[in-house]
């Protein structure tokens, strides 16, 4: 029998900016330690502004600089996610809330803040969208980049 898979979704409001990037830096670490073939990973939004989207220019830009592939389509989360995902992680509290509200009765994934997992706090992944520059991608880009290797660490 096939070994059951662990799975993680990353959440943030619109996923173009924050969930995307945390995906992308998440399946990079789990590539890194040949743990591929034991991971789902995805990412979606709580609300449905971006659907079928690419990602933010500067979050590719972002993760063009630190040579961590990117390729993802902005979606809604949906029910399914609730029982499909062992993890689900939003990136504030706004996004918290939204998943506990849109979470079925028969929700088994665990809903938790992904900067839990940064040693060096802060436990929020500030929405860099509605910066000038690409300053907020690079710090969003660091936060996940330590949360990402802490709960892998963890789980591993």
């Known amino acids: 029998m096939a070994e059951k898979k662990s799975s993680a979704l990353f959440v943030c409001l619109g996923n173009i900016c924050r ?10 670490y789990v590539k890194e330690q040949n743990l591929s073939e034991k991971w789902i990973i995805d990412s ?4 449905d502004y971006h659907t079928g989207k690419s990602p933010d220019r500067r979050a590719i830009k972002c993760m063009k600089r630190h040579d961590i592939p990117m ?4 979606r809604p989360i949906i029910a399914e996610d609730f029982k499909n995902f062992d993890y689900i992680f939003g990136m504030d509290e706004n996004n918290i809330r939204d998943l506990k509200r849109l979470a079925p009765k028969n929700s088994t994934a665990k809903i ?3 900067g839990d997992y940064d040693p060096e706090g802060p436990c929020i992944i500030r929405d860099p ?3 000038d520059g690409d300053e907020g991608f690079e710090e969003v ?4 980049k330590r949360c990402c290797q802490a709960f892998l660490n963890k789980v591993s």
């Open 19 to 28: 969930s995307p990037i945390a995906e992308a830096v998440f399946t990079h």
């Open 129 to 131: 969208y509605y910066d």
């Open 112 to 114: 938790e803040l992904l």
């Open 141 to 144: 880009y660091q936060q996940c």
């Open 71 to 74: 390729s993802h389509k902005a």
């Open 44 to 47: 979606a939004a709580t609300a």
